[in-house]
């Protein structure tokens, strides 16, 4: 069974600074990897994600993300932060089956102007 | 276009009071889904269809029954609530079973007294 794992209850960062919210996953065979975001009162709006190919995925609003086979490991990166990045932080993880995406515990980030 | 969406968006109801969660998409998809998320908890798959005419379990289904109605609808439903099941609940849709990014509604808040 997959699972995710967000070892980060909160990141704090301040405007300007690099962010990287963290993401590790379990699957067995490839994994399907995807970041969603979601702001207070609403639902969540995809990002981006990986099926396969670059390791490097770009998405939505300045984000990135680095897949990582050996470390099994998708972590969410932006170059600059800005305040209106303050958001909740989904991670979420899927085999190359037909099988429902499964989501991490999510990573409440936090940017101060 | 709407999306998805889900009524009501709040809902109070006493312990044993049963009620119906309906959702719509008008994007066509294959695959529908609910999820209830709790603080700390993240997202947890309840039920989903992988198509019209087919349901499955996810991981938390115990209480909720579900129905897909048609290939836009998919209602969730409490027989008998319980303030366990005090959460916000997430219809989602995509365009086949896991392979593609969910899209997902605005939430649906219900309190269980």
């Known amino acids: 069974a997959q699972s995710v794992a967000q070892p980060e209850d909160q990141v704090n960062v301040a405007e300007g600074n690099p962010l990287t919210v963290k993401c590790t996953y379990s699957?067995?065979?490839?994994?399907?990897l995807f970041w969603y975001v979601q702001y207070p009162n609403r639902g969540l709006q995809f990002l981006l994600k990986?099926?396969?190919?670059?390791?490097l995925v770009k998405g939505s609003y300045g984000f990135e993300a680095e897949f990582n086979k050996s470390q099994t490991s998708f972590h969410l990166k932006k170059p600059s932060a800005l305040v209106s990045d303050s958001a909740l932080y989904f991670c979420?993880?899927?085999?190359?089956?037909?099988?429902?995406?499964?989501f991490g515990k999510g990573t409440r980030l936090s940017v101060i102007a | 276009n709407a999306g998805v969406t889900q009524t009501p968006k709040f809902q109070v109801l006493k312990t044993g009071q049963s009620m119906t969660l309906q959702c719509a998409q008008d994007?066509?998809?294959?695959?529908m889904y609910w999820y209830r998320q709790d603080p700390g908890m993240g997202l947890r798959l309840i039920y989903y269809?992988?198509?019209?005419?087919?349901?499955d379990k996810g991981e938390v289904p115990n209480g909720y029954n579900v129905s897909r109605l048609n290939k836009r609808e998919f209602s969730l439903r409490l027989e008998s609530a319980a303030p366990s099941q005090t959460s916000v609940y997430f219809c989602?849709?995509?365009?086949?079973?896991?392979?593609?990014?969910?899209?997902f509604g605005e939430g649906s808040r219900l309190t269980v007294l």
């Open positions: 994007m066509n998809h294959n695959s």
């Open positions: 979420a993880v899927r085999d190359s089956g037909n099988t429902p995406l499964v």
């Open positions: 989602a849709s995509s365009r086949m079973e896991g392979a593609g990014e969910l899209f």
């Open positions: 699957v067995s065979g490839n994994p399907y």
């Open positions: 990986y099926i396969t190919g670059d390791n």
């Open positions: 269809s992988a198509s019209e005419g087919t349901t």
